[in-house]
Structure formats: structure tokens, C-alpha cells
């Protein structure tokens, strides 16, 4: 008897134990609270968040987590994690979450998150909805990472971290208004916590490591971290000590060049090489990217010059900046812009107005923050469906006429004759009924009833003819609705704005601008595995932007290490450099564009109108708000074309080589920078 006591004991104690806490049954709250990681984050770029948890009892729970971001009550994305992907509870640090670009594009910057995590075993737990700050659609956010590990004086980083923002630089800046219309952020971090994967670096401009921040990282982390200054990105770097070969090997990766720019001296501290130039700091060009060795700081860095330089350099500004910027610590406002446009002193676009001094009616924050692509529209037009036509207006009319005049004169006269008039209640429904049949039939014939994934892929090419990143640009046009589910893995999905405004690239431009785009739903983890669900309107094209550092499976033959820099030098030797590239390689469908020194020239073939002026325009952007300033931005993988830009077309020393290659209604590009090794 006691025995079977004993075993019923132990029974109820298991199901104790196995039933969750009283606190959930009773309906204690499960609390989170989300906070973005780089203070409001970059402006168009992925927003790094963490998520801190409070479990009711002290428990450990293992589930999902659904974010649903909400704008003025208008829902903007949604984002759920993998199933039992994350364990929150006591003891449990804050789970970082990389939320990919646009998915909480706020107008004002302030948004709301709905959160609700659902445990392993189905049970949903809703969390109190919290409001959030990101950064807005006025002006530009910047960021700058600097990763500290505690060695050396944190002061002098943070002078030399404070030096490179770059609105100190605006000669218009006004200490007495709040709000800057460029802003930078420096966001403090530790070794430990620096990205593993070059997309997760896009959610800064530049990254600063001192104070043993590059003695901190690990291999995996410095291949990251090279590969995204590679495909655009900018590093700064003191080395300090205690640094070992991989370490050396990834700054002697950043330097390029036939011989080492750096090595151990025989007490193990690093030292530039012999043939090194510089003092104090060491510039590079990195493919598309900029990297500035730090080899011995300045004391006083606000007001040196040579730091000046480093600023200038690492912010990618516009060849005639440069100077102004290293006398004078600020940039030129350019007032004549490309176009016929002039800014004026508030640095806001004024049109045909003279400069007066007083502001005019657009902003300055607006000047300064995303613009336009004049060409932008033309990728939609070369990607449309080439047997999708609008019904043309005469057809319309001529319907409508015809309609009109059956049921008015027709009706009465015709069922007058028959003497049935009686019968007009039947007679008008079903030649309205008729008509609409014949319009949708007459619909499909001109805008189809297929579907059309037409797609424009651009790759970026380094030394050897490896691809340093890559963007795919997918048009969707489809005869009917649907539900689209695209899966993504080591990449970062964005769907641009191509409503009749061409000039409505951006989601951010607030609800007065007309209705937003179809809310995006992410499930999975980002930037690794993950999917993405769109909805397609009928007849309507979404344009959808694919953003990956990872190298594509075939590459083309295509001799890039054939092109000499003396070629590029002669606009008269291009024809010889096309030959180089592709020898007998040349197809009907192959167009070879070369850009440099402020000319531009198709020296093989051309293809169509819209992609030749939307390539020209966004390798080398026109002088326009911030690109009057700066000639490229940190790759971001955002939903506009910002980040495509390579090519500063004041600044001599660089050629732009384009292969632009068709296949039916789908385009491949190579673009190559042809630039010396270091700066």
C-alpha cells in the first residue's frame, strides 16, 4: 500500500512540475521591450534592435516571437522569428534582431511595435504594445560604430570619434536649432558583439576600432568586416597591441597592393612597411570602400588638418570637397547643381530662385536626405512586360460612346419600334453587364492574364574578377492578384515605391503622399535564412530589390586583369579595351559602357534607353542634396539606389568599366572601379 502511495507522490509531483507556472495561468503578463541598437538607426538602412524579456516566476521559455509595426495605426511590416528560435526568460541576455529596410519606415520617426510570443507548445502570450524611435524621413541619420575594448585612454577615441561626425562639417549648421538636417550617431560596442556577417554591418556608415577593438575580433569576424569594406564600406582603425597574423593579414588585405603595407617589427608591434606612405594615418582604397590605418593619433583632432583629410576621405566626399573641407573644416555649399537647380543658403532646393538668405518653402532636412534618382523610372519602363499595353484612350472612348448610345437613343428607339419598351428594366442590365465583360476581355488581350518576372542584376567586381556584391532588381507584374513567397538566404529583401510618381522611391514619405505600398511579411532570421510574403495587386508592377555580398554560382569570362591603366587614361584606346574584356566573346546582346573623367561613352553596342541612362545615373549620382557632397554612401541594401553609386565624377583617377549583357526581357551588369591601390 505504501508503495502504490509512494508512486502516486511521485506522479503528481511530475505533473507539477510539467504544468506551467501559476503566474501564466492567472495571466501575469509576459513583458518585452524592444530598443534600437544605433540610437534611432541609419537612415534607409537595417535597423539593429534588442529585445530584453521578463518572464512572470522566474520562468525559461523557448517559442517565436510575431512583431507587427504599425505607422499612424497603418500597419508597415511584420516580422516572426523561426520557431523556437529564441529562450527568454530569467537570466537570459537581450536577443539582438536585425529588422531588414523599410520594414519599420516611420514618416515622424516614432512608431509603434505589437509583439506576441508563442511558447513551444502553441501557447500565445500578447505583450503590451510599445512605442519606438527609428530614424525619420527629414534629413539623414548617420552612424559610426566604434568598438572599444577598454584599452588605452577611451578619451582619445572619443575625441577622434566625435572628429569624423560628419554635420560638423555643414557650413549652414546652426548650434541653436535642435535638430541637424545630417545627423551622426556613435554607437559604443564591444569586439564581442561586432557582426559575423558583412550584412550585418549595413546598418552603419563607417566603423571606428580602438582601444583593442581589432585585437578583439576573430577570424570570421575580420572576413566580414573586410568583405563589407569591399563592397562600399568605410573603417577606420587604430591597431594598438597584442595583434596577431590573421590580424596582420586582414590589414594587409585592406591595403591591397603587390607588397605588404604592413608587418611586425621583431619586439611584435605592428609598423608600416617601408614602402608605406603617410604620417600619422595611412589611407587606402579597398575596391569600392575606404579604410584609414591609424598610426599614431592626432592630439588635437577637431582642428588638424591631416584628420580633416581622414574625415573627408572616409565619408566618400566629392573630389572638388575635398580641399575646402581640409582648409576650412566645413564643405561648399554647391548652389548650382545639375539640372538647372540651385540651393540656397538653407540648402533646400529653390528651383529658378535666386539666393536671397531666407529659407524656402521645402526644407533643408529634406534637401539633405534621400533623392531621387531622375532615371529611376526608366527601370520600371525597361522591365515592364514588352506585350503589356494600356488601352488606348480612343478604344475608351469609343466603348463609352457605344454604351451610351445603346442605352439611350438605342433602348428607346429600338425597343420603341418592337413596341417592348416595358422591357427596358431588363434590357439596360444586361447590356451593362455585357459591356463589362467585353471591357475585362479587352483588358487581358492588352495587359495580359500571365505572369512576368522580368529581372536586372548587377554585380560589382574587384581585382581578380571576384563579385564583391551583388543587387537584383525584380519587376512583378501579374494578370490577376496573388501572393507572392520569395525565400532568401545570406541577403536582405526590399520592395521599392513605383507608383505614378517616379519620384516616390521611398515608403517614408508619409501617408499624405497616398496610400502605402503592401506591408511586407518576414519570417525566418535575418539576414540568414528567411522568407519574405508580398501581396501583387493585379496589373500593377512591384519592383522588388534582392542585396547580397555572397558570390554568384557562374561568372562571366570576362578578363578584367587585361584592362591596363593607360587605356583607360586615353579615351582613344577604349575601343582596344573592349577588345581586352571579351575578345571573341562578343554577342549581339553585349554593350560595354566606360565612364571617367566626366565622360561617358558606349563603346560596344547600347541597350535599351531607360537601363543605359538608369546605369549611367546611378554608378556616378548627379550632384544633388547629399551627393553634392558626398560621391557614394555604405552599401545598405535599402529599397532605393542610393548604395549603387561608385563613381565620383569630380575627382580624377577612376574609371568605371560596365558590361551590360541581355538575355529576352532580362538584363545582367558587371561594373568594375578601376582605381589605384591606395589614396
Known amino acids: 500500500m505504501r508503495t502504490y502511495r509512494t508512486i502516486a507522490v511521485t506522479l503528481a509531483v511530475s505533473v507539477c512540475c510539467m504544468t506551467p507556472p501559476a503566474a501564466f495561468s492567472a495571466g501575469e503578463p509576459l513583458t518585452a521591450f524592444m530598443k534600437v541598437a544605433t540610437r534611432g538607426g541609419r537612415s534607409h538602412g537595417p535597423v539593429p534592435v534588442d529585445v530584453s524579456f521578463s518572464c512572470p516566476g522566474n520562468a525559461v521559455l523557448t ?12 500597419v508597415t511590416g511584420r516580422y516572426t522569428t523561426r520557431e523556437r528560435e529564441l529562450t527568454v526568460g530569467a537570466g537570459q541576455p537581450p536577443k539582438r ?95 564581442v558583439n561586432l557582426p559575423a556577417t558583412p550584412l550585418g554591418y549595413c546598418c552603419y556608415d563607417l566603423v571606428f576600432l580602438a582601444g583593442g ?73 579597398s575596391e569600392l570602400g575606404r579604410a584609414a590605418v591609424v598610426m599614431q593619433p592626432p592630439r588635437e583632432p577637431a582642428g588638424d588638418a591631416g584628420w580633416r583629410r581622414t574625415a573627408a576621405f572616409l565619408w566618400k566626399l566629392r573630389g572638388n570637397q575635398v580641399e575646402p573641407l581640409v582648409k576650412t573644416g566645413q564643405w561648399e555649399m554647391d548652389r548650382e547643381q545639375e539640372g538647372g537647380e540651385s540651393f540656397s543658403e538653407y540648402g533646400a532646393s529653390t528651383m529658378d530662385m535666386s539666393y536671397t538668405g531666407e529659407a524656402p518653402m521645402t526644407s533643408r532636412a529634406n534637401a539633405y536626405g534621400r533623392m531621387p534618382l531622375p532615371a529611376g523610372s526608366g527601370l520600371v519602363e525597361a522591365l515592364r512586360p514588352a506585350d503589356v499595353r494600356v488601352v488606348p ?87 490577376r492578384e496573388r501572393t507572392v513567397t520569395t525565400t532568401m538566404e545570406d541577403g536582405v529583401f526590399t520592395t521599392l515605391d513605383v507608383s505614378a510618381d517616379p519620384y516616390m522611391y521611398d515608403p517614408s514619405y508619409g501617408p499624405s503622399y497616398g496610400p502605402r505600398k503592401p506591408p511586407l511579411t518576414f519570417s525566418g ?72 573623367g566626366g565622360v561617358a561613352q558606349w563603346v560596344s553596342g547600347m541597350p535599351d534607353e531607360h537601363v543605359a541612362a538608369f546605369l549611367q ?50 538584363y545582367v551588369v558587371y561594373r568594375r572601379l578601376y582605381l589605384g591601390a591606395r589614396s
Open 97 to 191: 534582431l536585425l529588422l531588414p529596410p523599410g520594414i519599420a519606415s516611420i514618416w515622424a520617426g516614432q512608431g509603434e511595435v505589437v509583439m506576441t510570443f508563442t511558447t513551444k507548445d502553441g501557447v500565445r502570450m500578447p505583450i503590451s504594445p510599445q512605442v519606438f524611435s527609428v530614424a525619420g524621413s527629414g534629413g539623414r541619420d548617420m552612424v559610426i560604430c566604434a568598438c572599444h575594448d577598454g584599452y588605452g585612454s577611451e578619451s582619445t577615441e572619443a575625441k577622434l570619434a566625435d572628429a569624423l561626425s560628419l554635420e560638423k562639417r555643414d557650413p549652414a549648421r546652426k548650434p541653436e536649432v535642435h535638430v541637424d538636417p545630417v545627423r551622426t550617431s556613435v554607437v559604443r560596442a564591444r569586439s
Open 63 to 74: 517559442g517565436r516571437l510575431d512583431m507587427v509595426f504599425l505607422d499612424s495605426g497603418q
Open 213 to 285: 577593438g581589432l585585437s578583439g575580433l576573430r577570424p570570421q569576424q575580420l572576413d566580414a568586416l573586410r568583405r563589407w569594406v569591399e563592397g562600399g564600406g568605410s573603417l577606420c582603425v587604430m591597431p594598438g597591441d597584442d595583434l596577431r597574423e590573421y590580424h596582420l593579414e586582414f590589414l594587409n588585405a585592406l591595403a591591397g597592393g603587390p607588397l605588404p603595407a604592413f608587418e611586425f617589427a621583431p619586439d611584435g608591434a605592428l609598423r608600416a612597411a617601408s614602402d608605406a606612405t603617410g604620417e600619422g594615418t595611412l589611407l587606402f582604397r
Open 393 to 479: 484612350f480612343g478604344l475608351v472612348a469609343l466603348i463609352l460612346f457605344a454604351y451610351v448610345l445603346v442605352i439611350g437613343p438605342g433602348d428607346y428607339f429600338g425597343l420603341g419600334l418592337l413596341r417592348m419598351r416595358r422591357y427596358t428594366w431588363l434590357s439596360l442590365p444586361i447590356v451593362s453587364v455585357g459591356v463589362t465583360i467585353f471591357v475585362v476581355l479587352l483588358s487581358r488581350v492588352y495587359m495580359g492574364a500571365g505572369e512576368h518576372r522580368n529581372t536586372l542584376v548587377l554585380h560589382d567586381v574587384g581585382s581578380g574578377g571576384k563579385v564583391l556584391r551583388t543587387s537584383k532588381f525584380e519587376l512583378l507584374f501579374y494578370g
Open 525 to 596: 532570421t535575418v539576414p540568414g535564412r528567411y522568407s519574405v510574403t508580398q501581396k501583387v495587386p493585379q496589373w500593377t508592377a512591384v519592383l522588388n530589390r534582392h542585396f547580397t555580398f555572397e558570390p554568384p554560382d557562374n561568372r562571366p569570362e570576362i578578363d578584367w586583369d587585361a584592362v591596363r591603366p593607360e587605356d583607360l587614361a586615353d579615351t582613344g584606346r577604349w575601343g582596344a579595351v573592349v577588345d581586352r574584356l571579351l575578345g571573341d566573346r562578343r554577342d549581339d546582346g553585349t554593350a560595354v559602357l566606360i565612364s571617367g
Open 617 to 666: 545615373q546611378c554608378s556616378a549620382r548627379p550632384r544633388m542634396g547629399m551627393f553634392s557632397v558626398i560621391s557614394q554612401v555604405s552599401p545598405t541594401g535599402a529599397g532605393n539606389f542610393e548604395d549603387l553609386s561608385v563613381l565620383d565624377a569630380t575627382a580624377s583617377g577612376g574609371c568605371l568599366v560596365m558590361v551590360v549583357r541581355r538575355t529576352g526581357e532580362d
